[in-house]
């Protein structure tokens, strides 16, 4: 694999995985206060933990905390420690790697907790959060591909066909039309 036409074997480890800020389907929340959980550290930058978790969409559930960024998650260490939803724990997530600040976002599947509404927030705001970053967005859904620039399709562990929503729905032998449409009937209108 190439990085900038340089093998990636040729990097230091720590210099390369320093380029690369994930989300991945099982990510982990500790018993922490919510800054640190974000920061991944105990100092940290609170306006720019805030400024993360707003981006991700936690913003509002961020004002209802009784100890905003140093409330903790969950009852383990403090009695006064807050439950979150699988929605709200992947929003802090995705604010996690935001904060990290890395040129990449990997993002596996990063809605797959968020009910609708809150999965069509992100997505309207993909742009805002990815920023001048390379996202690289992992998906079963394909309807959140659609804001994508480019799309590479796999199948059996190969990539098998290439392009843009455009592109990609309108080869009807190709695998994402197939998919697409498979997905799609369970949101169209009923015939009349």
Known sequence: MLLNGINVKKYRYDEYMNIFSVVFQDFKLFALPLGENVACRTNYDSALA????IKSGFGERLKELPAGLDT???KDYDSSGVDVS???AQKIAIARSLYKDAPFI???EPTAALDAVAEAEIYSKFDEIAGDKTAIYIS???SSCKFCDEIAVFDGGAVVQYGSHEQLVADETGKYFVLWHAQAQYYAAPPA
């Open 106 to 108: 990997i993002l596996d």
């Open 86 to 88: 699988g929605g709200e």
């Open 72 to 74: 903790y998650l969950y």
């Open 50 to 53: 805030e400024d993360c978790l």
């Open 140 to 142: 079963h859904r394909l």
